[in-house]
């Protein structure tokens, strides 16, 4: 793949690179300038960390770390894509309208945590009822508009494409892609820095298929969808990735700031937006297999809980059990970045197998 990939560059303009590492520092920059605006306002606010009772004991010192930090990141994204990105294409309308909605869901619930000083936050009927009208919304606009002659399919890796006949299968996978994801983000946002990481890799490999399906000669060779708009999916990932990188400077261990469910619900859902406009769905379950690992460990934990009794972790999601069982944070969050590298890296590898060559 590298190699082919390495043939085509000459169809890629050099300035083109460099202005997108451009973006990429610039957006770095801005992020950590907002945060430097945001964090002080965020700590006279009060607008702390509230623990759950049950968390381990190690979480007790982050009672006081402010959250809402993913007002930055939100910010720096909004302000960033109508500086670098053509606002016109309809795949970033379907996006900024995810990212504003799923904020204020998001905020609403950190603000109802922290004014009431409580873990609820939104019950989670509301959550769901306002997740689930927001990205159903956008799932009927994309097949009303039929914008790219959109092809109901879902592709398999390893193996290749299987055309879906329904519709109405569509937009319940899809559903349950934008909702599921922007959750499973925001049940892994449990450590310090363990989320934000795992972002920049899905959002690289994002970016790579975004980038091959613009391209017509490319996307032929790996014998996936061109879709011509996905072109400024790119330059938003590359935002993503400058963002999330912005943020780690104030989310590292430890932590000085929390993204709360501000950042993790836009964030998450975005994400799995785009996977589902470059027909790249499945593929997101394996680069971004630690978001899914998390949220079956928490199904798990319930289900096994409510039928027999018993729990099969000592704490969901999955990071609290090896908290529980010794391990360090900073151990924990390290091996998980690895993981999640390696889940990158096998997601790309698989697109050699859609093509025939």
């Not at 996978?173 to 450590?191: C, Q």
């Not at 400024?232 to 935002?239: M, P």
């Not at 859902?269 to 406009?277: A, E, K, P, V, Y």
């Amino acid at each position: 793949m590298l190699v082919r990939l390495i043939n085509y560059y000459y169809h890629i303009n050099t300035l083109n690179i460099y202005i997108l590492c451009i973006i990429l520092l610039i957006t770095f920059s801005i992020t950590i300038f907002i945060g430097y605006i945001i964090f002080p306002i965020l700590v006279n606010l009060n607008c702390k960390q509230v623990g759950r009772h049950y968390y381990p004991k190690s979480h007790k010192k982050k009672n006081n770390t402010p959250t809402m930090g993913g007002i930055i990141i939100n910010i720096t994204i909004i302000l960033s894509i109508f500086l670098w990105v053509d606002y016109n294409n309809v795949f970033i309308q379907y996006i900024l309208f995810l990212l504003v909605g799923y904020s204020i869901i998001g905020f609403m619930d950190d603000y109802y945590k922290i004014r009431y000083n409580n873990t609820q936050g939104l019950s989670a009927i509301k959550k769901y009822f306002w997740q689930s009208l927001l990205s159903i919304a956008v799932i009927i606009c994309i097949l009303i508009n039929n914008i790219i002659s959109y092809k109901l399919l879902i592709v398999i890796p390893f193996i290749g494409h299987i055309k879906i006949c329904s519709w109405l299968i569509f937009v319940i996978l899809s559903y349950l892609i934008i909702v599921g994801t922007s959750n499973a983000v925001n049940l892994t946002d449990g450590l310090d820095g363990l989320v934000t990481v795992p972002i920049i890799f899905t959002s690289i490999g994002l970016l790579v298929l975004s980038f091959i399906t613009s391209n017509l000669k490319l996307s032929k060779y790996f014998n996936i969808s061109y879709i011509n708009l996905s072109s400024e999916l790119v330059v938003l990932c590359i935002i993503i990735i400058g963002v999330s990188l912005g943020f780690l400077w104030f989310n590292c261990y430890p932590a000085k700031l929390f993204m709360g469910d501000v950042g993790s619900l836009p964030l998450g859902g975005i994400i799995g937006l785009i996977s589902i406009l470059i027909h790249q769905e499945s593929l997101l379950l394996i680069m971004g297999g630690l978001f899914f690992v998390e949220t079956i460990s928490v199904i798990i934990q319930v289900v096994f809980f409510k039928i027999i009794g018993k729990r099969v972790f000592l704490m969901a999601p999955i990071h609290h059990h090896f908290e529980l069982k010794g391990y360090k944070e900073q151990l924990i969050v390290v091996r998980v970045w690895i993981i999640c590298f390696i889940l990158l890296i096998l997601s790309l590898m698989q697109l050699k197998y859609y093509n025939n060559d």
